[in-house]
């Protein structure tokens, strides 16, 4: 048999569904956590467009959310990499989440109390996104060594299904949360998934 033929067998024999949770606790206490995680910030993206609008009544605003979560990923994120290889991954992990949380706990305060600026958004933001940007390289690099080599592509097939569900279930539940509990609200719900996911 061909190398490549093995290598293809081997990939093939991997584990599937619930069989592949059970094996892996580590990965699945990881994957958990960064669903919860990922449903979070989609609550948080409908939250801050949603706080934006309700300040200022400007879709152009709107989009400069938009403009201030994407730039940091485009600059930084050719260097993320470097970081995670230098530092220890889990810790990186752990102090975005952190920071991440605090933030957004930040910005919810400020809007509670009438002391938030169109600009402090835009700041918030963009800090949120360098954190961001800082752990996806370490994540990336994390999920391989939680599974055999057999179950990579069973690993990869989860995590993008817990992402994707997630993003679905945060938006359809994000409405819900802030005609309920309000933006502030909905942005503390963030904060509890990024604790949830940190620890």
Request: hydrophobic content about 55%.
């Amino acid at each position: 048999m061909k190398e490549g033929d093995m290598i293809m067998t081997t990939l093939t024999k991997g584990l599937s569904g619930l069989a592949f949770f059970r094996a892996y606790p580590s990965y699945t206490r990881y994957w958990i956590a960064n669903t919860i995680s990922r449903i979070g910030d989609s609550i948080d993206s409908l939250a801050i467009m949603w706080m934006v609008l309700e300040l200022t009544g400007s879709t152009l605003l709107m989009g400069t959310v938009m403009v201030c979560n994407m730039l940091p990923n485009i600059l930084l994120g050719p260097f993320a990499g470097v970081l995670a290889d230098r530092l220890n991954r889990k810790r990186l992990m752990i102090i975005s989440d952190i920071a991440r949380g605090l933030l957004v706990t930040v910005l919810a305060f400020l809007f509670m109390t009438d002391h938030l600026a169109v600009w402090m958004i835009f700041v918030v933001t963009a800090l949120t996104s360098v954190f961001e940007t800082a752990q996806q390289p370490a994540r990336m690099a994390v999920r391989p060594s939680l599974v055999r080599t057999e179950d990579l592509i069973t690993s990869n097939s989860m995590h993008s299904f817990g992402e994707n569900a997630a993003q679905m279930i945060g938006l359809a539940c994000a409405g819900a949360i802030i005609a309920t509990l309000g933006i502030g609200g909905a942005l503390l719900i963030d904060f509890l998934t990024f604790v949830i996911s940190a620890f």
